[in-house]
Nanobody, 115 residues
Framework: QVQLVESGGGLVQPGGSLRLSCAAS????????MDWYRQAPGKQREFVVG???????NYAVSAKGRYTISRDNAKNTVYLQMNSLKPEDTAVYYC?????????WGQGTQVTVSS
């Protein structure tokens, strides 16, 4: 059974930082590209940042310079370090694992940026 479990969300003040984690099980993690998406209330889910199985990264414009994605294949975990958070970063953040033919999603973790 495939599971992607996100953690690390919470309430943070503007300008603060959070580190999200996504722990995978039931897949050969090193073979999967891993992405983070987010969905704000009333909006569509959007791509935030991704890291390929080979370690290449791709950032949405909104994430560049503030977010950093990394992965630890030994721990089957992908991380999202978020700095300089803004109220508009408030959303549910989802982890996605994908290969050419398979895509899996986590259940999401809430990030709220508010004073």
């Amino acid at each position: 059974q495939v599971q992607l479990v996100e953690s690390g969300g919470g309430l943070v003040q503007p300008g603060g930082s959070l580190r999200l984690s996504c722990a995978a099980s039931g897949i050969i993690f090193r073979l999967y590209d891993m992405d983070w998406y987010r969905q704000a209330p009333g909006k569509q889910r959007e791509f935030v940042v991704g890291i390929t199985s080979g370690g290449s990264t791709n950032y949405a414009v909104s994430a560049k310079g503030r977010y950093t994605i990394s992965r630890d294949n030994a721990k089957n975990t992908v991380y999202l370090q978020m700095n300089s958070l803004k109220p508009e970063d408030t959303a549910v953040y989802y982890c996605q694992a994908k290969t050419t033919f398979l895509t899996y999603w986590g259940q999401g973790t809430q990030v709220t940026v508010s004073s």
